[in-house]
């Protein structure tokens, strides 16, 4: 079993930034981590991944994407992830909470998760 526990969300203007970050109870080096989101009403979407190195990120490339304005990192010997959101929007408003995969790549999807956080709320206000 591992713990990930997320920190850093909060209230901001738009335009503005956070930093969110996930703590690992265990090692990561060999697993892929993830950073989803869930706006009320709605399903869990995601947002980035990272590989078990952190060499490779991906970004999500839906309307109105992420990329560009947050990026994914990863402490491979603190076991941590952190997403770094720049050029919030009142859109980006959700719960986001990071997943830990038992595949070395992670993957774009919620069952391609083992571990989950209990989720941090972030708002944007406009």
């Known amino acids: 079993q591992v713990q990930l526990v997320e920190s850093g969300g909060g209230l901001v203007q738009a335009g503005g930034s956070l930093r969110l970050s996930c703590a690992a109870s265990r090692r990561t080096s060999t697993s892929g981590m993830g950073w989803f989101r869930q706006a009320p009403g709605k399903e869990r979407d995601f947002v980035a991944r990272?590989?078990?190195?952190?060499?490779?990120?991906?970004?999500?490339s839906y309307t109105d994407s992420v990329k560009g304005r947050f990026t994914i990192s990863r402490d491979i010997a603190k076991n941590t992830v952190t997403l770094q959101m720049n050029s919030l929007k009142p859109e980006d408003t959700a719960v986001y909470y990071c997943?830990?995969?038992?595949?070395?790549?992670?993957?774009?999807?919620?069952?391609?998760?083992?571990?989950w956080g209990q989720g941090t709320q972030v708002t944007v206000s406009s």
């Open positions: 990272s590989s078990w190195t952190g060499g490779t990120t991906y970004y999500a």
């Open positions: 997943a830990l995969s038992n595949s070395p790549r992670g993957g774009l999807l919620p069952p391609d998760y083992d571990y």
